[in-house]
């Protein structure tokens, strides 16, 4: 939504953060308690122009449960202080708010431009839509006027939340029916720009999916391989999930699409190489890896003796309770990867399963030597008057059945 100099329009962004501008400035001002009040007043009015907005919902939203002797009396004055503001903004003098049988409306004597009623109005003319390229111009036009959660800084307002709620439900629903249509034309190049603008947008909401699978349409296969590994780890650090079920999918379908240029054994092998610089210890890997390694140690099982065993380390608070959320369980985490690392063998395999929790794939090895293993990491982890601890299951690869809960010992206060 651009905002022009002199075209006498009110625009308003509700989407990301909240602004007014009139001719190229912005309506703002005043104390920081009436400015909040009027804030509060223009979200209501803007938003609500068409049915207006109720006395008694004006008055519950502005003033909540604070005990105010005459509330008819303190919500007058918001929308006289209003006008005044309005009027000192340089918009033009006129009614700015009416009222109508007990209800409040913006004035129709000044338009308004707002991003979250453009986007309402494009995605019905999109469902609407007979031509399949009308729509995908409409899907992604209500695309692009989503920049950011509905009214982000008032998320604890129940009616703005509800709003938040249903923007991001009309923005997700935009977002596969014009990938669905650009899917069908075969044309990745958008379809990559709104997987892109989807995810910086909505983060975290898995639309990297969209990005990658049209990497791999236009035979982007390095791209999309790079895209995956750092999709990862952001939603690892930021979360601690593990990739979606359709970002597994596609990454094995990147695996057996991928194609290389003619090389002879010696040159492909070198690649295939870690090289001198890998880091010592245990060998660090993201799941879909972790997960190949582990079914194809499962199938050499077959042929061979060895004993093969999967080890779950989770942090845990004082009272042996897995750490699940806060800003400590990431030092913790990664000060448990650390004395992984450096507790197990080179060809032992380690995966960041979720947030404060590692996967060990230990091969060639014994239950006793598991719980060796245990004591080496606890001597590495545990520090000083540490109360927080590490809890460890192991499983056998054989035999999964025969399982153990073998709790370590917590630091003590």
């Not at 409306?105 to 839509?129: C, F, H, N, S």
């Not at 709003?163 to 190049?189: G, K």
């Not at 990297?208 to 990497?215: F, K, Q, R, S, V």
């Not at 448990?336 to 399963?353: F, K, W």
Request: hydrophobic fraction near 35%; charged fraction near 25%; glycine fraction near 8%.
């Amino acid at each position: 939504m651009g905002t022009k100099e002199g075209d006498n329009i009110l625009h308003v962004q509700m989407f990301g953060n909240f602004a007014m501008t009139w001719n190229g400035k912005p309506v703002t001002g005043g104390s920081k308690s009436r400015e909040t009040q009027f804030v509060y007043l223009m979200q209501l009015l803007l938003h609500s122009r068409e049915k207006g907005i109720s006395r008694d919902r004006l008055e519950h939203i502005l003033f909540e449960d604070r005990d105010i002797a005459d509330i008819h009396h303190a919500a007058r004055s918001v929308i006289y202080n209003a006008k005044k503001k309005l009027k000192a903004a340089g918009l033009p003098e006129v009614n700015y708010i009416r009222q109508n049988q007990g209800v409040y409306y913006w004035t129709e004597e000044i338009p308004v431009e707002e991003d979250a009623a453009r986007m309402d109005k494009l995605w019905q003319g999109a469902q609407e839509a007979a031509d399949p390229r009308q729509a995908l111009e409409l899907y992604m036009e209500a695309c692009r006027c989503y920049t950011g959660e509905f009214l982000g800084a008032q998320a604890g307002i129940i009616w703005a939340a509800q709003e938040a709620r249903r923007y991001r439900s009309m923005f997700c629903a935009c977002v596969e029916r014009a990938a669905q249509l650009l899917r069908e034309t075969q044309d990745y190049q958008q379809m990559e720009r709104l997987g892109i603008y989807a995810s910086k947008v909505s983060p975290l909401a898995d639309w990297e999916t969209i990005t990658m699978e049209a990497l791999m349409a236009m035979g982007r296969y390095e791209d999309a391989r790079k895209l995956y590994d750092n999709t990862v780890d952001l939603y690892f650090q930021e979360q601690g999930l593990r990739p979606s079920g359709r970002l597994m999918e596609l990454l094995d379908k990147l695996g057996s699409q991928m194609g290389h240029h003619y090389e002879v054994l010696d040159e492909i092998q070198g690649k295939l190489t870690e090289g001198s610089g890998s880091p010592s210890g245990g060998y660090l890997c993201p799941y879909p890896v972790f997960q190949g390694i582990y079914r194809m140690v499962a199938r050499m099982m077959e042929r061979g003796g060895q004993s093969v065993y999967l080890m779950l380390c989770t942090v845990v608070d004082s009272k042996g309770i897995p750490m699940r959320e806060g800003p400590l369980l990431g030092e913790l985490s990664q000060r448990l990867e650390e004395a992984i690392r450096l507790s197990v063998r080179r060809g032992d395999a380690i995966n960041r399963y979720g947030a404060g929790q590692y996967l060990l794939l230990l091969v060639n090895t014994t239950r006793e030597n598991c719980r060796i293993l245990q004591k080496r990491i606890n001597c590495r982890f545990l520090t000083g008057r540490q109360r927080t601890g590490v809890q460890y299951y192991v499983n056998s690869v054989i035999c999964e059945a025969d399982s153990v809960n073998a709790t370590a010992e917590k630091g003590k206060g």
